[in-house]
């Protein structure tokens, strides 16, 4: 598993992408072993997915009887949900890249995306703990919300046009191929699991 000076090596070219930098995709490890090991991201983001997770419980509780009680199930479904999240759009975007002719830029989509999930997952995790802790704030909250998913947008499709070349239509389509598709898969299952907030 990464350790976190790699990790932060990482961000830092990511950092310099977002920036206009290509020098930043140096520091990425885009190899095949790059490729498998950026999926640590996920034991990354844990710590700030348990934090969304509890707010999420909180959000399912308030439209429930006040006996009701939630158990492991409802956190495995949870985590169903984010795994689905996090795997089905980078396989969406493997499939355009390669009708695109992309395929050999794809593991470095591939990694920058998954080490993007780091600082956003604990982005939105903060989010989550100051919506637990301060409910009133939830309007203000859901402004900064909103603004970090624009950054999360801008960001991909700056790191993107160094990445697959400054061509910006097929940088807006494979953006949104990475990001709509989860926010309609994301409410689909959490109807079908039954984690959707009542």
Not at 123 to 142: D, H, K, N, Q, V
Not at 153 to 182: D, E, K, Q, Y
Request: proline content about 5%.
């Amino acid at each position: 598993m990464p350790g976190a000076f790699e990790v932060r090596y990482y961000l830092a070219g990511l950092w310099q992408l977002v920036r206009g930098d290509a020098a930043g995709l140096q520091k990425l490890d885009i190899s095949d072993r790059g490729l498998l090991r950026s999926f640590w991201a996920i034991v990354w983001c844990l710590p700030a997915m348990a934090i969304s997770w509890l707010w999420w419980r909180e959000l399912y509780l308030r439209g429930m009887p006040r006996d009701t009680e939630l158990g492991g199930i409802f956190f495995f479904r949870l985590g169903m949900l984010e795994f689905a999240n996090w795997l089905v759009p980078l396989v969406l975007i493997g499939l355009l890249a390669f009708a695109l002719g992309l395929g050999r830029k794809y593991h470095a989509m591939v990694v920058a995306v998954n080490w993007l999930s780091v600082p956003f997952a604990y982005a939105y995790g903060l989010l989550s703990l100051l919506l637990m802790l301060a409910p009133g704030l939830t309007g203000f909250l859901s402004l900064i919300w909103l603004f970090l998913m624009v950054a999360l947008v801008f960001s991909i499709s700056r790191i993107f046009r160094l990445i697959c070349g400054p061509h910006p239509l097929m940088i807006a389509t494979l953006t949104m191929v990475l990001i709509v598709p989860t926010m309609l898969l994301s409410d689909t299952l959490e109807r079908f699991l039954g984690i959707y907030p009542g």
